[in-house]
């Protein structure tokens, strides 16, 4: 089964994938980067710059993980998604996408760290390669909403191969049938009249209609 990495050095559509989710991850980080800045320059207006920057990162990460947790949880997508004609399923009816949702988004507290590495986890684990390392952790998925392809199916590689048909046995045929279906002998027609031959001494054949022996 091949890895994420192998997929994006040959295959287009995982490539496509691919951007959709970077573009969907940037337009949800920026709505909520500028969120966490103004928030962090309004009430902290009296730290240094750099404290106020670090406050936005924590900020707008904590915020990102709320929304995407409530909104992937309960609606299967957010604004970038929506976008990006992403949605996140649940890889078996069984699973919760709401606990799922928040398993996944938990990176996304600390986007600038550790949702890269953990993107890069899953693309270097055999499996779904759509799946980020949290993803795996939360059974989720994410695939696409416009098309009818593998990517927009929630198990990419669970479904085995069909098995060919196995070959029907052949029960041995019987004595008596061996003996039916030999023939008599090696010449079973005359080569001038293509009559019928029958053996006759020293091992020679005798067409029974014009009669000669052979």
């Known amino acids: 089964m091949p890895t994420g990495y192998e997929l994006l050095r040959r ?11 970077v573009a969907a991850a940037l337009l ?3 709505i909520f980067f500028v969120i966490g800045w103004f928030a962090a320059f309004y009430f902290f ?3 240094p710059l750099e404290h106020r920057l670090i406050i936005a990162g924590f900020l707008s990460g904590f915020l990102l993980f709320i929304y995407s947790g409530l909104m992937e949880g309960f609606a299967g997508w957010t604004l970038g998604k929506r976008v990006a004609e ?3 399923g649940t890889m078996t009816v069984r699973d919760s996408l709401v606990a799922g949702a928040f398993i996944r988004s938990a990176p996304k507290i600390m986007w600038y ?5 953990d993107w ?26 416009d ?19 196995s070959t029907p046995e052949i029960a041995p045929a019987s004595p008596a049938q061996k003996r039916e279906e030999a023939p008599t002998h090696p010449m079973e027609m005359c080569r001038e009249c293509k009559g019928r ?12 209609k014009c009669g000669l022996i052979q």
Not at 113 to 117: G, K, T
Not at 197 to 208: F, Q
């Open 197 to 208: 031959v029958k053996v006759i001494e020293d091992g020679r054949y005798r067409c029974t």
């Open 86 to 88: 992403l949605e996140v």
């Open 113 to 117: 760290i550790f949702l890269p590495i």
């Open 120 to 145: 890069l986890l899953g693309l270097g684990i055999e499996g779904d390669p759509r799946q980020r390392g949290t993803d795996r952790l939360g059974s989720t998925v994410v695939m696409h909403t």
């Open 11 to 21: 295959d287009n559509p995982f490539r496509e994938h691919c951007a959709r989710r």
């Open 28 to 30: 949800d980080w920026v």
């Open 147 to 165: 098309t009818a392809g593998p990517y927009s199916q929630p198990r990419l590689y669970a479904a085995p191969p069909p098995k060919f048909p």
């Open 45 to 47: 207006a009296d730290y």
